[in-house]
C-alpha cells in the first residue's frame, strides 16, 4: 500500500526551465507535507515544507503548491540550474501521530546546461 | 557539529555473513530511524526509536534487527546477509515536539552494503 504516490520517477529539463513533481496522498490524517532532496552519495535533506492550511509556500525557486480537496501536492522548481540534478522525494506525516514520515518513490530530476 | 555519523561507508558481505551498522548522532534528538534505499523505490522505514530502550518496527524490518542503549546510538544489525538485503542504508534522528513540522529528519551519509 502505498501511501503517497509521486510522479514522474524522472524528469529532464533545461536550465531556466520549470521543474514540476506532484505528489498524492490518501490519509487525510497527514498534516505536514515535507519535500527532500538528495544529492549523488548523500542522505536527503529537508528541502520546503507545507501545511495544509495553506494552499503555497514559496521560498527562493522552489514554490510547494497544495490541493487539500484533490489530496494534491507539488513542487515547483523556477529557473531550474544544473545544480538543482538531484533527486526529490516528496513525503507525509501526521502530527502527534507514530512519527513515521511516508515517503513517495522519488524523482530524479537532470536539468541540462 | 557532526549531525548522524554512519558508518562503513561501503561494505561487501558474504551470503550468510552478519554485520552491524553503526549510527550515531550529536543532537540529542529522540527519534532515531533506519531507512533502506533502493533504486526507483524510495526509503522505506526499517526500524525506529523513540528514545532510548524503546524500538519499534517500520515497513521492512525483516532480516534485521536494533538496540538503543543510549540517545546516541541507533546501530542496525544484520544477521544472515541475503541477496535481497544488497542496498543504501540510511540512518536519520529527529527531535520530540508537538510543534506542527517539528519532525525534521536529519540524514547521515548512508552506507552501501552489497551482499554476494
Known amino acids: 500500500q502505498q501511501q503517497v504516490k509521486q510522479s514522474p520517477q524522472s524528469l529532464i529539463v533545461q536550465k531556466g526551465g520549470i521543474s514540476i513533481i506532484n505528489c498524492a496522498y490518501e490519509?487525510?490524517?497527514?498534516?505536514?507535507f515535507p519535500w527532500y532532496q538528495q544529492f549523488p552519495g548523500k542522505g536527503p535533506a529537508l528541502l520546503i515544507a507545507?501545511?495544509?492550511?495553506?494552499s503555497e509556500k514559496k521560498e527562493g525557486r522552489f514554490t510547494i503548491s497544495f490541493n487539500k480537496s484533490a489530496k494534491q501536492f507539488s513542487l515547483h522548481i523556477m529557473d531550474s540550474q544544473p545544480g538543482d540534478s538531484a533527486t526529490y522525494f516528496c513525503?507525509?506525516?501526521?502530527?502527534?501521530?507514530?512519527?513515521?514520515?511516508?515517503f513517495g518513490k522519488g524523482t530524479k530530476l537532470t536539468v541540462n546546461p | 557539529n557532526a549531525g548522524v555519523t554512519q558508518t562503513p561507508k561501503f561494505r561487501i558481505l558474504k551470503i550468510g555473513q552478519s554485520m552491524t551498522l553503526q549510527c550515531t548522532q550529536d543532537?540529542?534528538?529522540?527519534?532515531m530511524y533506519w531507512y533502506r534505499q533502493d533504486p526507483g523505490m524510495g526509503l522505506k522505514l526499517i526500524y525506529y526509536?523513540?528514545?532510548?530502550?524503546?524500538?519499534d518496527k517500520g515497513e521492512v524490518p525483516n532480516g534485521y534487527n536494533v538496540s538503543r542503549s543510549t540517545t546516541e546510538d541507533f546501530p542496525l544489525r544484520l544477521e544472515l546477509a541475503a541477496p535481497s538485503q544488497t542496498s543504501v542504508y540510511f540512518c536519520?534522528?529527529?527531535?520530540?515536539?508537538?510543534?506542527?513540522?517539528?519532525?525534521?529528519?536529519?540524514f547521515g551519509a548512508g552506507s552501501r552494503l552489497t551482499v554476494l
Open positions: 543532537m540529542n534528538h529522540n527519534y
Open positions: 490519509n487525510t490524517a497527514f498534516d505536514y
Open positions: 526509536s523513540v528514545g532510548a530502550g524503546i524500538t
Open positions: 513525503a507525509a506525516y501526521t502530527q502527534g501521530g507514530s512519527e513515521k514520515l511516508v
Open positions: 507545507i501545511r495544509p492550511d495553506v
Open positions: 536519520a534522528s529527529s527531535s520530540n515536539t508537538d510543534r506542527p513540522g517539528a519532525n525534521v529528519l536529519t
